[in-house]
């Protein structure tokens, strides 16, 4: 029998307001459905068979720390009956800077949250204006500043490619969060997804953008800077410090399972993939009548997860190592990718090195236009 996930996803959907380019499971001025969303939590929990005790705890959003005190001091307190987390786990929570104050500190503290996600995205007003974030470059070192009381494991999140956003402006963005000393970060090229208000406005050509060759140059220039200073570029997105490589996110890259419970929440139990309702309503109507909040179920073949593996590992740097993973899978990485193993390989979107299948910087320019390519099954 498979043993249990000992990692947990918990989605909390509220956030102040809606940034123009935000499609994630938000709910904004419903600061009153935050105790129905708690009491819905608390039931979705009690409906799992046992208590699972994890190594990863990641609280994500929308905005966690956008709870009032209390309703922090329930969550924690309603999650961890579920998933007590072990001596040694990593317990992470998502927060935006106007959030963190001594008193949302003091509950991460005693809750023994050790790493914060902090979405900065900018420093630039200008820029910060544009993305629809009301917070300043101040806000940013009152809330490191706060945060550093307790928590020696700080990642910034940046966006680059925002409207008329020149290289330089980035640059300026990367060098600003280093000053700040954090232990991890993630980069992220602003994507215009649909139904969001910027995909509208993109639409009716009143949102200017960058063309993707300066984009990528943005990529390029963020993964330069922060390798000559020693920093760990293990995942498309991600960057560490040595020894704070994100232990939550790991498990997702390396096709591990994992619960999640909330809104939206997409977990990986028993080879089985299962997703809540997007919506906070309809989330807590659903389980506050006795009904399940899943919306779609699906068991993947074993085909189908193998190939998921390989895309997701191939989304970290290290790459496939290639015997441990044939081992492992009972697999042909040339049987299972057949000619598109030497097709990219010829075309110089990965390469064999050191035993390991992985992308070559050419190929992580352009990864999302590889990934179907490996999940499609080769004839
Ligand atoms: S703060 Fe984050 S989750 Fe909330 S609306 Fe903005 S981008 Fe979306």
Not at 144 to 171: H, M, Y
Request: aromatic letters at 10%.
């Amino acid at each position: 029998m498979a043993l249990a996930p000992t990692s947990a996803y918990v989605h909390v959907p509220f956030c102040r307001h809606r940034c123009g380019y935000c499609n994630f499971t938000v709910s904004v001025s419903a600061d009153s459905q935050a105790e129905m969303y708690l009491l819905a939590l608390q039931q979705e929990l009690n409906c799992i068979d046992d208590i699972y005790p994890v190594d990863t705890l990641f609280f994500g959003g929308g905005t966690p720390t956008h709870l009032t005190v209390a309703q922090l001091e329930q969550l924690f307190q309603t999650v961890y009956e579920r998933f007590p987390p072990r001596a040694d786990a990593e317990i992470t929570i998502e927060a935006n800077p106007e959030d963190i104050d001594p008193n949302v500190c003091n509950v991460l503290k005693e809750w023994g949250v050790n790493r914060v996600s902090l979405g900065v995205q900018s420093f630039s007003p200008n820029k910060l204006r544009q993305l629809e974030r009301y917070h300043t470059a101040a806000t940013v070192d009152r809330a490191v500043k706060n945060l550093r009381g307790f928590c020696d494991n700080l990642s910034l999140d940046l966006i680059f490619g925002a409207p008329q956003e020149t290289v330089p402006e980035w640059q300026r963005d990367v060098e600003s969060a280093l000053l700040r000393d954090p232990q991890h970060l993630s980069t992220y090229g602003l994507t215009y997804e649909r139904g969001t208000t910027f995909w509208g406005r993109r639409l009716r050509g009143d949102l200017p953008t960058n063309d993707e060759s300066m984009e990528r140059q943005m990529f390029e220039t963020s993964i330069d800077m922060l390798q000559l200073r020693g920093w760990n570029h293990y995942e498309v997105s991600n960057f560490s410090q040595p020894g704070f490589l994100c232990r939550h996110n790991q498990v997702y890259w390396r096709g591990e399972e994992y619960f999640a419970v909330g809104p939206g929440a997409a977990r990986y139990v028993n080879t089985q993939r299962e997703t809540n309702h997007r919506s906070t309503s309809t989330y807590i109507k659903r389980i506050l009548s006795g009904v399940s909040a899943v919306q779609e179920s699906e068991r993947l073949s074993e085909s189908e997860r193998l190939r998921e593996r390989i895309v997701l590992r191939l989304r970290m740097m290290e790459g496939i190592p290639i015997a441990k993973f044939e081992s492992q899978f009972d697999c042909q990485l040339a049987t299972v990718l057949g000619s598109t193993l030497e097709e990219f390989q010829r075309r110089g979107w990965w390469e064999i090195c050191d035993g390991h299948l992985r992308l070559t910087r050419e190929g992580l320019m352009i990864s999302d236009a590889l990934w179907p390519y490996v999940l499609a099954p080769q004839t």
